[in-house]
């Protein structure tokens, strides 16, 4: 393990975790496995962090990742993604990592809030807690209500269980009604930061840098923009800043180097990165892995990778 603290490897070491099990991707479950196998063993290898998949896929996940395992391999991460009830969700997990642990084990599970939020909530991490206590649970927030209600809500149920998590935030999808606003944005990181609650971000996020989308005709967040929202906010920026590093459509604006990451004249050492990055934006979840490494790549700010 790499001691030094490199901001690049602060800022992207496991931020990407891998979805080609979802739109718009939507591989069949024995490429994605292949994908992600190929992320294991690529240059870039450190910046890929969870597989995730269905509840409803774990099964075919294990019989098609298990017959692949070399010698050697190290275990896999899986973050599952709650698409039935909560229960039976639990209950494949739990037969999962009775089976599989550890060569594959369910390090995150995340879920959406629906109705109200408190009661949710509880409901979806007690049936969490019952796959391994040590895994985290990330619940997303229902766009329909009060952001710094349910954050509220989130952080409260996490600490009173006793367990690892935090929330999650969707920053886009198939159409452009789907994509939050910079406020929207803004306050979900604002208000996450303020209950020291981590977060994770899914749908949207193919590139480091916030850009129009010409077929949708909408803009698309970046997940660098995200990062750095994150630690400027973590590091008592005020809520302009945190807008205006959201709202940045301006690669040249950002820079991420050995010492620092940087937007404009703000400039954060990797120890400020690294504390972001494990009590605020813990990773965000991409269908496809070629393109928001190749963005970083061609922006010069990967390195020679840790």
């Given at each position: 393990?790499r001691?030094?603290?490199?901001?690049?490897?602060?800022?992207?070491?496991?931020?990407?975790?891998?979805?080609?099990?979802?739109?718009?991707a939507?591989?069949?479950?024995?490429?994605?496995?292949?994908?992600?196998?190929?992320?294991?063993?690529?240059?870039h290898?450190?910046?890929?962090?969870?597989?995730?998949?269905?509840?409803?896929?774990?099964?075919?996940?294990?019989?098609?990742?298990?017959?692949?395992?070399?010698r050697?391999?190290?275990?896999?991460?899986?973050?599952?993604?709650?698409?039935m009830?909560?229960?039976?969700?639990a209950?494949?997990?739990?037969?999962?990592?009775?089976?599989?642990?550890?060569?594959?084990?369910?390090?995150a599970?995340?879920?959406?809030?629906?109705?109200?939020?408190?009661?949710?909530a509880?409901?979806?991490?007690?049936?969490?807690?019952?796959?391994?206590?040590?895994?985290?649970?990330?619940?997303?927030?229902?766009?329909?209500?009060?952001?710094?209600k349910?954050?509220?809500?989130?952080?409260?149920?996490?600490?009173?269980?006793g367990?690892?998590?935090?929330?999650?935030?969707?920053?886009?999808?198939?159409?452009?009604?789907?994509?939050?606003?910079?406020?929207q944005?803004?306050?979900?990181?604002?208000?996450?930061?303020?209950?020291?609650?981590?977060f994770?971000?899914t749908?949207?996020?193919?590139?480091?840098?916030?850009?129009?989308?010409?077929?949708?005709?909408?803009?698309?967040?970046?997940?660098?923009?995200?990062?750095?929202?994150?630690?400027a906010?973590?590091?008592?920026e005020?809520?302009?800043?945190?807008?205006?590093?959201?709202?940045?459509?301006?690669?040249?604006?950002?820079?991420?180097?050995?010492?620092?990451?940087?937007?404009?004249?703000?400039?954060?050492?990797?120890?400020?990165?690294?504390?972001?990055?494990?009590?605020?934006?813990?990773?965000?979840?991409?269908?496809?892995?070629e393109?928001?490494?190749?963005?970083?790549?061609?922006?010069?700010?990967?390195?020679?990778?840790?």
């Amino acid at each position: 393990m790499r001691l030094t603290l490199d901001a690049r490897t602060a800022a992207f070491g496991g931020l990407i975790d891998y979805a080609g099990l979802f739109p718009p991707a939507s591989l069949p479950v024995a490429d994605a496995v292949g994908e992600y196998r190929d992320l294991r063993t690529s240059l870039h290898r450190w910046v890929g962090g969870r597989f995730l998949c269905r509840a409803s896929d774990l099964e075919e996940i294990a019989a098609v990742a298990v017959r692949g395992f070399e010698r050697g391999e190290s275990p896999w991460e899986i973050g599952m993604i709650v698409d039935m009830s909560p229960g039976a969700a639990a209950s494949l997990g739990q037969a999962f990592q009775r089976e599989l642990s550890p060569i594959m084990s369910i390090t995150a599970v995340e879920a959406r809030l629906s109705g109200p939020a408190v009661t949710d909530a509880g409901m979806l991490l007690d049936a969490i807690a019952t796959i391994d206590r040590d895994t985290a649970a990330f619940l997303e927030i229902d766009p329909a209500g009060s952001t710094r209600k349910q954050i509220h809500e989130i952080g409260e149920a996490i600490r009173d269980r006793g367990m690892r998590g935090g929330a999650k935030l969707r920053c886009g999808g198939e159409t452009r009604d789907r994509f939050p606003d910079v406020d929207q944005v803004a306050t979900f990181i604002w208000e996450a930061t303020l209950a020291s609650l981590p977060f994770k971000a899914t749908a949207g996020l193919h590139q480091p840098i916030r850009h129009h989308d010409d077929a949708l005709d909408v803009w698309r967040h970046g997940f660098l923009n995200i990062l750095m929202a994150s630690a400027a906010c973590d590091a008592g920026e005020d809520r302009s800043i945190v807008e205006a590093i959201i709202a940045e459509s301006d690669p040249a604006a950002f820079s991420v180097s050995a010492m620092t990451a940087s937007w404009r004249t703000i400039s954060l050492p990797g120890s400020a990165i690294r504390r972001s990055r494990q009590s605020g934006f813990v990773a965000f979840g991409s269908c496809d892995l070629e393109e928001p490494l190749t963005a970083l790549d061609d922006l010069g700010f990967l390195g020679e990778g840790s």
